[in-house]
T-cell receptor, first 115, second 113 residues
């Protein structure tokens, strides 16, 4: 699985859009970009994923660059409850051997939403 | 409601006293796994299971056992807990279908004294 790089921390004003970047320059053609977040010490929560097209759901939007080497998670109107650690994970689709379903969490980006 | 349920949520035990942390999912997922989370080390996989009776070691399996006798359950067993197993534990499940997300339990905070 491709390695990802995220800034260690970011601040965002409440009500503004939070834009969280992720670099995955070694991504290969069959790898998805997944985003999860962890609020305090709760279990990680799935947010969104995509392959090459931009994606949007009720929680967030995912913008993937045309060369797929980087992506941005957008929380359109951040609230205090969005304060969490956000993880960008690159994962091959399907099964390709032992451990291929393993999610490798890096250190993520700690997003602080400020009143 | 789709969920992964872990029990107990909190546990304090003494060194050497066998314990089991249960994990159950109601989504008929094939894949289940256990992680531990420690400050500065992030989430690390302990064991995973591809399906019933199929388990394998993750990155930090020492001191742990698992079993997968039923599809919905994946208990984590500490035969002889030690203080270095004090940690926050998460169970997760996921479908084998392409491009699906993982669901995590709410965590079990274990303290071994």
């Amino acid at each position: 699985d491709a390695k990802t790089t995220q800034p260690p921390s970011m601040d965002c004003a409440e009500g503004r859009a939070a834009n969280l970047p992720c670099n995955h320059s070694t991504i290969s053609g069959n790898e998805y970009v997944y985003w999860y977040r962890q609020i305090h010490s709760q279990g990680p929560q799935y947010i969104i994923h995509g392959l090459k097209n931009n994606e949007t759901n009720e929680m967030a939007s995912l913008i993937i660059t045309e060369d797929r080497k980087s992506s941005t998670l957008i929380l359109p109107h951040a609230t205090l409850r969005d304060t969490a650690v956000y993880y960008c994970i690159v994962k091959a689709r399907g099964y390709s051997g032992a451990g291929s379903y393993q999610l490798t969490f890096g250190k993520g980006t700690k997003l602080s939403v400020i009143p | 409601e789709a969920q992964v349920t872990q029990n107990p949520r909190y546990l304090i035990t003494v060194t050497g006293k066998k314990l089991t942390v249960t994990c159950s999912q109601n989504m008929n997922h094939e894949y289940m796994s256990w992680y531990r989370q420690d400050p500065g080390l992030g989430l690390r996989q302990i064991y995973y299971s591809m399906n019933v009776e199929v388990t394998d070691k993750g990155d930090v399996p020492e001191g742990y056992k698992v079993s997968r006798k039923e599809k919905r359950n994946f208990p984590l067993i500490l035969e002889s807990p030690s203080p270095n197993q004090t940690s926050l534990y998460f169970c997760a499940s996921r479908s084998r279908e392409v491009g699906t997300e993982a669901f995590f339990g709410q965590g079990t905070r274990l303290t071994v004294v």
